[in-house]
Structures are given as C-alpha cells and as structure tokens.
C-alpha cells in the first residue's frame, strides 16, 4: 500500500485504459452479471457491472471516477466479504504487488462464484522487451524478485486459459510496455512515476540508463538497431490474460 500511496498521484492521467485492451478483459469475464475488482487501483478496465473494487490505496481511491463502484480499502490477501459474493473476480496488472500470492489468489478463488481474470505479465518475456534489456537490465533484475511466473499463476488458480494480448503502438494506458515504439517517453518523468519498476528502483540504478536512451535517441542509434518496430501495430511484451473457471 506504501508503494502506491506514493507514487499513484498520477495514476489517473498516465494510466488510462485502453479500449483494445478492455475489450479483451471484459470479453474474458464472460457472462458475469456481478464483479469485484480486487487490487482496482484508479479503477481502469472495471465494467459497468463491477459491484466492489478492493484497493489497498487511499491515493488510489480518491482518484477513481464519479460513479465508479463503491472501493473498500483492504489488501487482496484479506478481503471482508462474504463467499461466492460475485460471479466474478478480477485482478489486472496486480499480482507482482500482492505480499503473499497464495493468500490473495486465495481470496479470488473464495470470493467469486464462476470466473477469475487475472491480466499479468509472463517475466521471461516482459525482461527481454528493449528498454530493460538494453538500458535497464539491474531494474528487471529487481522486477524478478517480485514477477510471477504465469505457469505457477494458472496453476495456482486451479487451471486457466492463457490468452496472449498484444500492446497495441498507441496504447493509451502507460504501464512498462506501453510505449515501445514510443520510446521517447521514458525520459518524461511524469511518464516513469506511473510505472511501478521505475518507482521502486533507485536513481543510481535507472539514470545511467536513462542517459544512455537519450543519447541514442539523439543519436538515431535507437532508431537504427529498432527500425523493425515501426512496422508493427502491436507487440507481444509478455502480458498475458489468464481466465479461470471455477
């Protein structure tokens, strides 16, 4: 909760949904009359049927919209309800906070009667993506302490499809990924302050890259060694949505 009633404050102007990428989500949650959004964050991605949004975050919370569902300060590990209280629970680009995964996966499994959608990102993939492997590599070591691997995710939910979804080269909702072929906007500190990795690593760690980013940029080196990148609409990063059935 710390982590994100620090560095959340601009959550609601650097990370707002994405159409494509909604879509997919809702998709997913099926034909689920009731949901309940467990680590909600601003609120990104909930439909209009989402009776409960659990959020660890005060910050967060107060930056959720006009008419958003009710939010209920608590952690995904504990959450005070009841059982089977939704058709559905769902968890978006949230595990890899979570303190104890079991417990939180847990949670999602006791609170929700037919489905659970979880969107994470597979590490093995998400690490290769340019800006950590090139610039970055000592922070996506410290993203691997917190990662979890999709396999252990699916099979702690007792089975799960996994779906892969492509980030689109315009993506609207600034999480790592989003801007890889846009990378100029990792110099835009307001840009990094809604992206959790950049948050939780210090400057020592993360300005050296950072220089070396820009002045490939200035350069053209960027531009030259990614030039394949610009005739793609889409990128596999390594996010994956994993839909459980219960």
Same mark, same amino acid.
């Given at each position: 909760m710390a982590t994100y009633n620090s560095i959340g404050a601009t959550?609601? &102007?650097? @990370?707002?949904?994405?159409? @494509?990428?909604?879509?997919?989500?809702?998709?997913?949650?099926?034909?689920?009359?009731?949901?309940?959004?467990?680590?909600?964050?601003?609120?990104?991605?909930?439909?209009?049927?989402?009776?409960?949004?659990?959020?660890?975050?005060?910050?967060?919370?107060?930056?959720?919209?006009?008419?958003?569902?009710?939010?209920?300060?608590?952690?995904?590990?504990?959450?005070?309800?009841?059982?089977?209280?939704?058709?559905?629970?769902?968890?978006?680009?949230?595990?890899?906070?979570?303190? &104890?995964l079991e417990a939180g996966i847990g949670e999602l499994l006791r609170i929700a009667r037919q489905r659970i959608v979880v969107l994470t990102f597979d590490p093995d993939i998400n690490h290769k993506f340019w800006l950590l492997e090139e610039y970055l590599p000592e922070a996506a070591a410290f993203d691997n302490t917190r990662a979890v691997a999709v396999d252990r995710l699916a099979m702690l939910l007792g089975g799960a499809r996994i779906e892969t979804v492509p980030i689109p080269h315009d993506c609207t909702d600034g999480f790592l990924a989003a801007f890889w072929r846009r990378p100029e906007a990792y110099l835009d500190p307001e840009v990094r302050a809604g992206i959790s990795l950049f948050a939780q690593t210090s400057d020592a760690v993360i300005q050296p890259g950072l220089a070396r980013l820009s002045d490939d940029l200035s350069s053209g080196r960027w531009h030259q060694r990614h030039a394949d990148l610009f005739g793609r609409d889409a990128l596999d990063a390594g996010y994956r949505l994993l839909v459980a059935d219960l």
């Open positions: 959550y609601a &102007d650097t @990370r707002r949904p994405d159409p @494509r990428i909604a879509a997919r989500i809702h998709q997913a949650l099926g034909g689920a009359t009731t949901v309940i959004n467990v680590g909600a964050g601003t609120g990104s991605y909930e439909p209009s049927h989402t009776v409960l949004a659990v959020e660890p975050s005060s910050v967060m919370i107060a930056q959720r919209p006009a008419g958003s569902a009710p939010a209920l300060e608590a952690s995904a590990e504990s959450i005070p309800v009841a059982e089977d209280s939704a058709d559905a629970a769902m968890a978006i680009l949230t595990v890899h906070h979570w303190n &104890d």
